[in-house]
């Protein structure tokens, strides 16, 4: 594929892309696109297509015990890259991509979902400006900005951002085209690691014999994959080892997420699921209204483990609450030799 380097023409873009796509400037495509391989991996993230494929040149090449050839991972140039989603429109919010020009992991962080949960966007402004030493770091973090400015969890109409996953850009529900937008976002830049930042009321560890949905705080939820598993427990254990015994804590895996299929090559078996993490609480439900949490990312973004972490209001300022939240990505950044 050939892009025309005209000096006052934009490029030619490949057809087909996401509107907002268009937007981007010639000189940010051709420095996101890196290369011919890189561009060829990115138009097919962006698509959600793959190479084409004769049916009978690949029943002839494959045998069938072989798994599909994993898309090469991407490595995007170095630079700060600053975009919009939902740009031109009173819902419009910014996000930044970080990039390296490293091979590395790649760390996508969500804030703002839900605008009375304020420990989790000012968090997410917080790591903006973390700057890794490989790899990527892309940040959105105040995603349903209007409500976060009106501190309440949704405006009404706009519907619940963290029920609307993969979104619909024809709904009449703002945040169902702002969930559409943020998963075309992330195909773009193919996380592996999906950091999701809420807040819930109460504390997981004070829930008492009765449990109850507002009981979630302190937690982090996982539907990875096992291999996934050992980084967040590491993460966990070296975050809960700096502070008080009230603020502990607790991973909760095998929740919503990703498909089931066989487990990556030398990876432990995946724990059973303790019965407290089976009966899900509300703000993890995964299917409600039309859509998933963030813990579905895995079926729309290949290799993307998403983590969704409440942190517990009561009883919690807020600067805290951001402080806690920082320190559990940044650690699980740091496990990921990024910074
Ligand atoms: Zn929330």
């Given at each position: 594929m050939l892009l025309r380097?005209?000096?006052?023409?934009?490029?030619?873009?490949?057809a087909g892309l996401p509107g907002w796509l268009n937007r981007v400037s010639r000189r940010r495509f051709l420095a996101l696109s890196g290369g011919g391989a890189a561009l060829a991996a990115f138009v097919a993230a962006c698509s959600g297509d793959s190479r084409p494929t004769d049916p009978t040149t690949d029943l002839e090449a494959t045998p069938a015990s072989q798994p599909p050839t994993p898309t090469p991972e991407p490595v995007f140039a170095a630079g700060v890259e600053s975009f919009s989603l939902m740009a031109g429109?009173?819902?419009?919010?910014?996000?930044?991509?970080i990039h390296t020009g490293l091979p590395g992991s790649r760390?996508?962080?969500?804030?703002?979902?839900?605008?009375?949960?304020?420990g989790g966007w000012l968090?997410?402004?917080?790591?903006?400006?973390?700057?890794?030493?490989?790899?990527?770091?892309?940040?959105?973090?105040?995603?349903n900005r209007l409500s976060t400015q009106a501190m309440v969890?949704?405006?009404?109409?706009?519907?619940?951002?963290?029920?609307?996953?993969?979104?619909?850009?024809?709904?009449?529900?703002?945040?169902q085209r702002m969930a559409a937008e943020v998963v075309k976002v992330a195909q773009r830049y193919r996380p592996r690691w999906l950091f999701d930042l809420h807040e819930s009321w109460m504390f997981y560890n004070e829930r008492g014999a009765n449990g109850g949905t507002a009981f979630i705080g302190q937690t982090l939820s996982s539907g990875g994959a096992a291999a996934t598993i050992p980084l967040l427990q590491q993460t966990v254990q070296s975050v809960n080892s700096r502070i008080?015994?009230?603020?502990?804590f607790t991973l909760r895996t095998n929740i919503g997420g990703q498909p089931s299929g066989a487990p990556a090559a030398g990876s432990?078996?995946?724990?059973?699921?303790?019965?407290?993490?089976?009966?899900?609480?509300?703000s993890v439900t995964p299917q409600l209204a039309g859509g998933t949490t963030s813990l579905g990312f895995g079926r729309w973004v290949e290799g993307c483990t998403p983590v969704l972490i409440e942190m517990g209001q009561y009883g919690q300022d807020e600067g805290r609450r951001a402080e806690l939240h920082t320190m559990?990505?940044?650690?699980?950044m740091e496990r990921l030799e990024m910074l």
């Open positions: 380097m005209d000096r006052d023409r934009p490029a030619e873009l490949p429109t009173q819902w419009e919010t910014p996000g930044v991509a760390v996508m962080v969500f804030g703002g979902v839900h605008g009375n949960e304020p968090a997410a402004e917080e790591i903006a400006r973390c700057r890794p030493r490989n790899g990527s770091l892309i940040v959105m973090p105040r995603l969890r949704t405006i009404d109409g706009f519907g619940d951002l963290n029920r609307s996953y993969p979104g619909n850009p024809d709904s009449p529900l703002p945040m008080s015994q009230r603020e502990q432990t078996p995946r724990p059973t699921a303790t019965p407290s993490s089976t009966a899900l609480p509300g559990l990505v940044r650690t699980a």
